[in-house]
């Protein structure tokens, strides 16, 4: 299922810098289109670190031993390790596809929803992972289906793929309207004011320190084996 973000064009869309490069070299023209595809290609790949090898699914693997352990030890409803797995390889693929930073994913998922897919708050009307409040979101985004766009159910938010996808894409979409602050994005997620906003916030920054931390021991203990 593909979710897409009908806010988009309040977004600023983060492409690779070929893509728009490409697109320049495509307007000016038909004599000119076959040597810009060619400068084109060269130049994707002498710029692996630019380039669409961010958006694979190789990507999506690595790193993601590390992140399933922590979740493994750190969420309240005995996840499997399949489950684990899934959730950190979602994650690390749409860091990769959105450009949000996975231990900022990570510690937000942590203080919503302590890592249980099937969270939900029955007065507040969030759900799953990063507890989506339904109400609000359901007019900013859609499932995709060949060329048309369907309404998003809450039920569908109950699946790892789909949550994982939107609440990354809500934590982009609140970094641009903060404009890069992690302070005031946090506090934009949490929706709260005063004492309580500042207070969600604090935790959040704590599980992200705790998670940066778990991650260096581990690499650490990688290296002595």
Same mark, same amino acid.
């Given at each position: 299922m593909v979710v897409e973000a009908l806010f988009q064009p309040?977004?600023?869309?983060?492409?690779?810098?070929?893509?728009f490069l490409f697109e320049a070299l495509c307007k000016m023209g038909s004599p000119l289109f076959f040597g810009g595809l060619l400068f084109f290609c060269l130049l994707f790949a002498s710029l692996p670190g630019? &380039? *669409?090898q961010a958006?694979?699914?190789?990507?999506? %693997? $690595? @790193?993601?031993?590390?992140?399933?352990?922590?979740?493994?030890?750190?969420?309240r409803v005995h996840l499997s390790r399949k489950q684990a797995w899934?959730?950190?390889?979602?994650i690390v693929r749409q860091s990769a596809l959105l450009g949000v930073p996975v231990d900022l994913g990570v510690a937000i998922m942590e203080?919503? &929803? *302590?890592?249980?897919?099937?969270?939900?708050?029955? %007065? $507040? @009307?969030d759900y799953g992972l990063f507890q989506i409040h339904y109400a609000f979101w359901k007019k900013h985004f859609a499932r995709k289906k060949g060329s048309r766009l369907w309404p998003l159910s809450f039920k569908d938010l109950y699946r790892i793929a789909v949550n994982v996808r939107v609440g990354m894409m809500i934590i982009r979409h609140d970094l641009l309207l903060s404009h890069g602050s992690v302070y005031g994005m946090i506090g934009l997620y949490s929706g709260r004011k005063g004492?309580?906003?500042?207070a969600y916030v604090m935790g959040v920054l704590a599980n992200e320190e705790r998670f940066r931390l778990y991650q260096q021991k581990?690499?650490?203990?990688?290296?002595?084996?």
């Open positions: 309040r977004l600023k869309e983060v492409r690779p810098f070929q893509v630019m &380039s *669409a958006f694979s699914g190789d990507l999506a %693997d $690595s @790193g993601t031993d590390i992140l399933s352990s922590y979740i493994l030890n750190h969420n899934k959730i950190s390889r979602e203080r919503e &929803s *302590a890592f249980n897919p099937m969270a939900m708050n029955r %007065d $507040s @009307g004492n309580a906003r500042n581990m690499e650490a203990l990688a290296r002595l084996r």
